[in-house]
């Protein structure tokens, strides 16, 4: 069997942690959650439940992954916790089937490029959506998207991965930082900025109950949190760097990514009169590209647009697929390149359904946002703060110049905060996924 690769260096494991964490979930779903749960009002909350439960959360899988050195499901029994495998499994299962339909999104924003180029969608933005969101051509499109992401991790860690994502973190922010500065211009900039810098705290008050979930789930999803993902990339890290450094640089590159990407979006809407979050998960593809169409340059603009989310959407699918990918490849004998092409068949044969009908996105948003990732996370809690503590909290100090002090408090607040504060989530979330299933019921019965 081969010996395992490493990061080549500190900045190539931050730049693919980055990548992993600036996926659709900043520029596709933070923009559509934000709008449709208050502006500001979300981003509060959001802003808050990042730095307080994710980059805490963060660490947890950093500490499993470094300290076993092994991909998500085998770190447990590495650690000498066997009977706790079914939690990494939990999360590469969740990895895998997250990948079946974000690549699904990751093929339509290949027809969206093209679209761009050719003016394909200008005329009807909404109609276009429809001819390349399901059927024939969304199949084709996922195909493309799923083979573009096993041909980089199929290349391994250094080549492929780390290759890649230095490419794609730079480029992503300076596309991003362009199109903030030229959404400034534009006549409706200043009411987009007030909805999304000014917090209506009445309505904070009103819809908490149905804010702190989806804004849990949102902070997880692009933290990458409870796909096993950080586990598996903090195996390939090295024993001298600062896991909290680390972290740290990860976070806030992350969520500065995920508001430059309102600085983008909401100027573009407010300019149109398109109304935040109407659009649903189809924001993205059918309120900003009817924008597109009917603005200045947009044809330039709409495919570098398409061309940021497209880069983000890759840098996340190649972790998606490194998790049950690491898995394979440190416990069998057999090539990276004929494992990551294997599971990415049957991932894409996974995703085919959501290809030929997009009806079941948002339940299945809603499932991944508010019942799995806040579940796996937990699990994680339970085991760093409470079974594996000795070896975690050993392992954060490795390379570290945090002190005592900063690990007591993290292990405590692993141990005490974060499973209460997932707990009291996950009964908001189950609560309010009830309801909807209620409405659709009732839906069904009058028709």
Do not use: C
Not at 14 to 25: E, K
Not at 202 to 216: F, K
Not at 412 to 423: E, F, Q
């Amino acid at each position: 069997m081969a010996e395992r690769e490493t990061w080549t260096t500190r900045v190539g494991f931050i730049f693919a942690a980055v990548g992993s964490a600036v996926g659709l979930g900043n520029i596709w779903s933070f923009p559509f959650q934000t709008g449709s749960n208050g502006g500001a009002a979300f981003l509060v909350v959001y802003l808050a439940i990042v730095f307080l439960f994710g980059f805490p959360a963060m660490l947890m899988e950093f500490v499993i992954g470094r300290r076993s050195e092994k991909n998500p499901i085998s770190a447990f029994g590495e650690l000498g916790f066997p009977n706790w495998s079914f939690a990494g499994t939990l999360g590469v299962l969740g990895s895998m089937v997250t990948l079946a339909f974000y690549s699904v999104i990751g093929g339509w924003v290949l027809s969206y490029i093209v679209g761009s180029l050719t003016g394909a969608y200008f005329g009807d933005a909404g109609a276009f959506f429809g001819s390349v969101s399901a059927g024939g051509l969304a199949v084709g499109t996922h195909a493309i998207f799923m083979a573009m992401t096993v041909g980089i991790v199929a290349f391994g860690v250094q080549s492929g991965i780390e290759r890649a994502t230095k490419f794609m973190i730079p480029a992503i922010i300076v596309l991003l930082l362009g199109m903030a500065v030229w959404g400034a211009t534009l006549e409706g900039a200043a009411a987009g900025y007030d909805y999304y810098l000014s917090p209506d705290f009445q309505y904070l008050t009103e819809n908490i109950a149905s804010i702190v979930p989806a804004a849990v789930g949102q902070a997880f999803f692009t933290l990458s949190l409870g796909f096993s993902v950080m586990i598996a990339y903090a195996s390939y890290l090295g024993r001298d760097d600062s896991l909290p450094a680390d972290g740290g640089a990860i976070v806030v590159i992350n969520t500065l990514v995920a508001l430059l990407a309102g600085f983008v979006i909401f100027p573009v809407l407010f300019a149109i009169g398109v109304e935040p979050g109407s659009g649903g998960t189809s924001t993205a593809f059918v309120g900003l590209a009817g924008a597109f169409g009917q603005l200045p340059g947009g044809a330039v603009l709409g495919a570098a647009f398409f061309v940021v989310l497209l880069l983000a959407a890759l840098s996340s699918a190649i972790s998606l697929l490194e998790t049950p990918t690491s898995y394979v490849v440190d416990n069998y004998d057999y090539e990276r390149k004929t494992v990551a092409t294997a599971l990415g068949a049957a991932i894409f044969a996974l995703g085919v359904p959501t290809a030929l009908d997009t009806g079941t996105l948002g339940w299945y948003n809603d499932v991944v946002f508010k019942l799995l990732l806040p579940i796996v996370v937990l699990l994680f809690a339970l085991f760093v703060g409470w079974v594996a503590y000795g070896p975690s909290t050993d392992e954060l100090t490795q390379g570290s110049t945090f002190g005592d002090g900063f690990t007591t408090l993290w292990l405590w607040w692993v141990r005490l905060v974060i499973p209460v504060g997932i707990g009291l989530t996950l009964v908001l979330g189950v609560q309010e996924l009830l309801v909807k299933a209620q409405i659709l019921e009732s839906a069904v019965i009058l028709a």
